[in-house]
């Protein structure tokens, strides 16, 4: 099946610094990523959708400017937690998934927790 | 209201013991179902995708009612390895090329020995 990969896994940061995540789908071309957010106890909340060559789609009330969304390949999209707070720690899982497909693969995910 | 309701339990069960978990949603025009499972500190994974007609995988069952908008998932003989929070997860129609997915907030199961 689809293998979509996240790197790190965890991390730990100061606040005030930038944090990137990646997400690489590792046996297919994926023209569509998905990123999530996930505080303990709660449900995955899409952040923001993001198309191959174009700009992310960002849900109602995530800030775009402090989660920049790139998408530049088929089979990587980065995420970058930019001046982060103790508050934007979370669980951030990317998914993967290509024009026309149902599925959608998740990654396994990266812990940030931001000191 | 929530896009995707769930009952968040803990659902604690014996080994053995049959469990239902109840989800409804509120886009009557939402296309497809599915139930997910995410273990502690893991990824969610797709457990079986839901059809109007019903349908079954072994030891699970999942349930559709378009007309209520509802959704269930039956296990049967519960195992210990069916601890999890289980997700129901609702696809609304859209368009384009994103295929988003609307994820309850999960019913905690944990089975015990």
């Known amino acids: 099946g689809a293998v979509v990969s996240q790197h790190p896994s965890w991390v730990i940061c100061k606040s005030g610094t930038s944090v990137k995540i990646e997400c690489r789908s590792l046996d297919f071309q994926a023209t569509t990523m998905f990123w999530y957010r996930q505080f303990p106890k709660q449900s995955l909340m899409l952040m923001a959708t993001?198309?191959?060559?174009?700009?992310?789609?960002?849900e109602q009330g995530v800030e775009k400017d402090k989660f920049l969304i790139n998408h530049a390949s088929l089979t990587l999209s980065t995420l970058t937690v930019t001046s982060a707070h103790p508050e934007d720690s979370s669980f951030y899982i990317c998914?993967?998934?290509?024009?026309?497909?149902?599925?959608?693969?998740f990654g396994p995910g990266t812990r940030l927790t931001v000191t | 209201r929530k896009e995707v309701e769930q009952d968040p339990g803990p659902f604690n069960v014996p080994e053995g013991a049959t469990v239902a978990f109840n989800c409804t949603y509120s886009n009557s025009a939402s296309q497809s179902f599915f139930w997910y499972r995410q273990d502690c500190r893991k990824e969610p994974k797709l457990l079986m995708s839901v059809y109007s007609s019903g349908n079954e995988d072994g030891r699970f069952t999942a349930q559709l009612n378009r007309a209520s908008q509802y959704i269930s998932l039956l296990i049967r003989d519960s195992k210990l390895s069916d601890s999890a929070t289980y997700l129901c997860?609702?696809?609304?129609?859209?368009?384009?090329?994103?295929?988003?997915?609307?994820f309850g907030s999960g019913t905690q199961l944990t089975v015990l020995p």
């Open positions: 993001s198309n191959e060559g174009s700009k992310a789609t960002y």
């Open positions: 998914s993967a998934g290509w024009t026309g497909g149902y599925e959608q693969y």
């Open positions: 997860v609702v696809r609304p129609i859209s368009s384009g090329s994103a295929r988003q997915l609307t």
